[in-house]
């Protein structure tokens, strides 16, 4: 079974200042990789995801992720952050129903609270 | 669209009671996720079905919790009799293959407190 590893639990950045959130994913196949948003007291919203080609992937916001398939990698980054970027990141991943053994199912990593100082 | 709907936001009930949450998906998908939150467990998949067919119940806890699909705009999710661990977030997600594989829209969550 797939799973889903984001390091941060907590970070805290001042406005301005450059995010990397960490994902990493442990499965030997091909994958489809997500990133969702959870803004306090709301849903989870997608940010952005990839399944093929380019492996940087541009999402709403400003985000950006880039799948590094040697390292089971699938960091998050935003060169600015902003206040309104306060908010818990998940990654998630689910096998590529391409490589035969896909299915539905997402598996979330843990999350990560991004807390923005003003 | 409205996006996924799901009702109640907020349920307080005593242990022993049954709670029923409720679940309407995206019109169109066929996919549609039951999830729990929690702070030490984070994000996990109870259940999914597919075409109003459960596909995968290996998330759920116990024969406590059970979900249905009646027809393709809505589902619930039954916990009978109610235990303070039940305490969490519950999502629904729904989502298509033909559209784009697997991307899961969330509704806003039922934030259920059992005392």
């Known amino acids: 079974a797939q799973s889903v590893s984001q390091h941060n639990h907590h970070v805290i950045l001042s406005e301005a200042a450059s995010l990397e959130l960490g994902c990493n994913y442990s499965?030997?196949?091909?994958?489809?990789l997500f990133w969702y948003v959870q803004y306090p007291g709301q849903h989870l919203q997608l940010l952005l995801k990839y399944f093929s080609g380019d492996p940087l992937v541009k999402g709403i916001k400003g985000f950006e992720a880039e799948f590094i398939k040697s390292k089971f990698s699938f960091n998050l980054r935003k060169p600015s952050v902003q206040w309104s970027d306060t908010a818990e990141y998940f990654c998630?991943?689910?096998?590529?129903?391409?490589?035969?053994?896909?299915?539905?199912?997402?598996?979330f990593g843990k999350g990560t609270k991004l807390s923005v100082i003003p | 669209d409205a996006g996924v709907i799901q009702s109640p936001r907020h349920e307080v009930t005593e242990m022993g009671q049954e709670v029923t949450l409720r679940c309407k998906p995206i019109s169109g998908h066929d996919y549609l996720f039951w999830y729990r939150q929690t702070m030490m467990r984070g994000l996990e998949l109870l259940i999914y079905f597919n075409n109003n067919v459960p596909i995968d119940d290996s998330g759920m806890p116990e024969d406590r919790f059970s979900a249905k699909m009646p027809n393709a705009s809505f589902s619930t999710l039954k916990i009978q009799p109610s235990e303070p661990r039940d305490s969490a977030v519950y999502f629904c997600a729904s989502s298509t293959k033909r559209i784009t594989v697997n991307t899961q829209y969330f509704g806003p969550g039922t934030r259920l407190t059992v005392l």
């Open positions: 499965y030997g196949g091909t994958v489809n």
């Open positions: 998630a991943v689910n096998p590529s129903r391409r490589s035969g053994a896909g299915s539905y199912q997402l598996t």
